[in-house]
C-alpha cells in the first residue's frame, strides 16, 4: 500500500499521506509551521464545519449547487459535528495570517469525504467536489474565520456559565451552613470589625454570580455574524441572499440565536466583539483569583496560620514533610486563571493588530479565546467539586481570633467616641484584657452595657445600638 498519494494545488504537485482526508494546502500548512505541535480546539472544528454544512444547504435551496453534491457534503458535515475525522484538523494555530489554512483544512477534509460518499477513492485524480468550488462556495477565510470564532465560542457558553453557576451555588450553600459562625473581619490584613463567616462567603457566592452576568453580556456581541462578506465586506462571488438565509439556516442547525451584521465590512475588520467576551472572562479570572487567595488564607496553618476553615485533603502536601498537607485546588486555580489572563492579552493584542479591511491574527485569537474557556471550565468543575464542596469551618478557632480582636471597640464609638475607643484600644493590647474589662474598669461603661454594645452578632447587622449609654 502507498504511503502517499499525490495532489494538486495552484502551486503544484504535493505528497499527501495516503490515508489523509486533507489535502495539498493543509499538508503545506503542516510542512510550513512546525511550531507548537497545537491543533485545533474541538469547538473551532465544530465551528468552521458548521458553517460549511450551513452553507451547502443555503445553495442547495437557491439552486447554486448540485443535489447530490450538496447532499455528500452535508453529510461529510454531519459526520464531523458528530465527533469524526477531527484527527485530519492538523495544522498548527501558529500560521499563516487571518486562517486560511485552517479554513483549507477544513475544506478539503470535507470534499474528500464528499467525494468518498460519492463514490470516489481518497487517490482518485478525478474527484468531482472540489474543496474551494464547492465547500469553500460564496466563502472566504475573510468571513468563515470570524464568524466561526464567534460560533466556538457560543457553543461552550453555556458549559462555562455552568461551571461558574455550580461554583457560586457551592459557596452560597456553605454560606447558609456558617452563617452562625461569627469571626473577625479583616481589612489591609490587619483586625476589622466582625463579620459572619456566612456573609464572607456569600460575597464569593455573589462575585461570580455578577460574572456570569458579565460573561453573558459580552456574548451578545457575538451573536452578530459577518457571513457572506466574504473578501473584505462586499460580498462579492455571494448570492444576495446569502448572509441572510446563512445566519437563519445557523440558528436553526445550532438551536443558538444568530443576528445579521448591520455592517460587513466592520465584522470583518474589528475583533473588538471577540476581545471584550475575552476581558468578561478575564474579570472572571481574576475574581476566582482573590477568592481562591483567600481560601489559602482562611485556611493557612494548622497551627501558626488562620485556620478558620480546612480545606479537604486530596492529596499529601510535601515530599520530605510527612503529614501535610497543602490548598492544591486552590493553587492549582490560581495557575490556571493566570493562564486564562495572559490568553486574553493574546486576545486584546491581537485584537488591534488587523490592518485596513482584514485582522490577520484571527487564528491565535480563535486558539486562545478557545483555550482560555476550556481551562476555565476544567479548573472551575475541579475546584468546586474537590475543594469547595468539602471546605470545613473550624468555629472555635475563628471565634477565638474574634474574641482577641481589639477592634471590637469601634462598636463604642457612638457611645463614648472615637478618642475614648482608641484609648481603651491600646489598653486592652498593652495588658492583654479584654475591651468589655477594659471600658469598665475605666468608668465609660457599666458592664451591662458594654455586653450588650460588644455583642459581635448584633454587630454583623449594622446599625447603632440603642438603648446603650456612656458614663464617666
Known amino acids: 500500500m502507498a504511503e502517499f498519494r499525490t495532489e494538486k494545488d495552484s502551486l503544484g504537485m504535493v505528497n499527501v499521506p495516503a490515508g489523509a482526508y486533507y489535502g495539498a494546502q493543509t499538508q503545506r500548512a503542516v510542512e510550513n509551521f512546525p511550531v507548537s505541535g497545537l491543533k485545533p480546539y474541538p469547538a473551532f472544528i465544530w465551528a468552521i ?76 485524480a478525478k474527484k468531482p467536489v472540489n474543496p474551494n468550488d464547492h465547500v469553500n462556495m460564496a466563502q472566504s477565510t475573510n468571513d468563515t474565520i470570524p464568524t466561526s470564532i464567534r460560533l466556538g465560542a457560543l457553543w461552550r457558553l453555556e458549559e462555562l456559565t455552568t461551571a461558574l453557576q455550580a461554583c457560586a451555588d457551592a459557596f452560597r450553600m456553605k454560606a447558609k451552613e456558617w452563617d452562625e459562625i461569627t469571626k473577625s473581619g479583616r481589612t489591609h490584613l490587619q483586625d476589622a470589625v466582625p463579620i459572619r463567616l456566612g456573609q464572607e462567603v456569600g460575597a464569593w457566592a455573589k462575585a461570580l454570580e455578577r460574572d456570569i452576568e458579565k460573561i453573558n453580556q459580552a456574548a451578545e456581541g457575538l451573536r452578530r455574524l459577518g457571513i457572506g462578506g466574504t473578501a473584505n465586506g462586499t460580498g462579492l462571488n455571494a448570492h444576495p441572499e446569502y448572509h441572510k438565509r446563512m445566519v437563519a439556516k445557523l440558528t436553526q442547525l445550532t438551536g443558538i440565536q444568530f443576528y445579521e451584521s448591520d455592517d460587513l465590512f466592520e465584522s470583518m475588520q474589528s475583533m473588538q466583539d471577540a476581545v471584550f467576551f475575552s476581558g468578561a472572562i478575564r474579570a472572571t479570572a481574576q475574581d476566582l483569583i482573590r477568592i481562591a487567595n483567600d481560601i489559602r488564607l482562611l485556611a493557612s496553618g494548622p497551627t501558626t496560620g488562620l485556620a478558620e476553615i480546612t480545606c479537604p485533603t486530596v492529596q499529601p502536601g510535601s515530599s520530605i514533610m510527612p503529614g501535610k498537607v497543602n490548598p492544591v485546588l486552590a493553587e492549582m486555580l490560581n495557575m490556571a486563571m493566570f493562564h486564562v489572563m495572559g490568553n486574553d492579552l493574546t486576545v486584546m493584542l491581537a485584537g ?9 491574527m484571527m487564528p491565535i485569537i480563535s486558539h486562545n479565546l478557545n483555550e482560555a474557556m476550556h481551562v476555565m471550565i476544567g479548573s472551575v468543575n475541579a475546584f468546586t467539586t474537590k475543594c469547595v464542596v468539602g471546605l470545613i469551618a473550624n468555629r472555635e478557632q475563628a471565634e477565638g481570633w474574634l474574641a482577641k480582636n481589639p477592634i471590637l471597640v469601634t462598636a463604642l464609638n457612638p457611645i463614648i467616641g472615637y478618642l475614648k475607643g482608641a484609648e481603651v484600644a491600646k489598653k486592652s493590647l498593652a495588658e492583654n484584657r479584654s475591651i468589655r474589662e477594659v471600658v469598665v474598669s475605666l468608668g465609660y461603661m457599666s458592664d451591662e452595657d458594654a455586653a450588650k454594645a460588644l455583642d459581635a452578632r448584633a454587630m454583623t447587622e449594622g446599625g447603632i445600638k440603642e438603648g446603650v449609654s456612656g458614663g464617666g
Open 49 to 124: 464545519t458548521m458553517v460549511k454544512r450551513a452553507a451547502a444547504e443555503v445553495h442547495l435551496d437557491l439552486g447554486m449547487m448540485d443535489e447530490k453534491m450538496a447532499r455528500a457534503i452535508m453529510q461529510a458535515g454531519d459526520e464531523i459535528l458528530a465527533g469524526k475525522y477531527h484527527d485530519q484538523f492538523v495544522v498548527d494555530p501558529f500560521q499563516a495570517g487571518a486562517g486560511t489554512s485552517h479554513n483549507m483544512n477544513a475544506n478539503e477534509v470535507m470534499a474528500n469525504r464528499a467525494n468518498e460518499i460519492l463514490g470516489y477513492k481518497l487517490e482518485d
Open 352 to 360: 488591534q493588530a488587523g490592518q485596513l479591511e482584514l485582522n490577520v
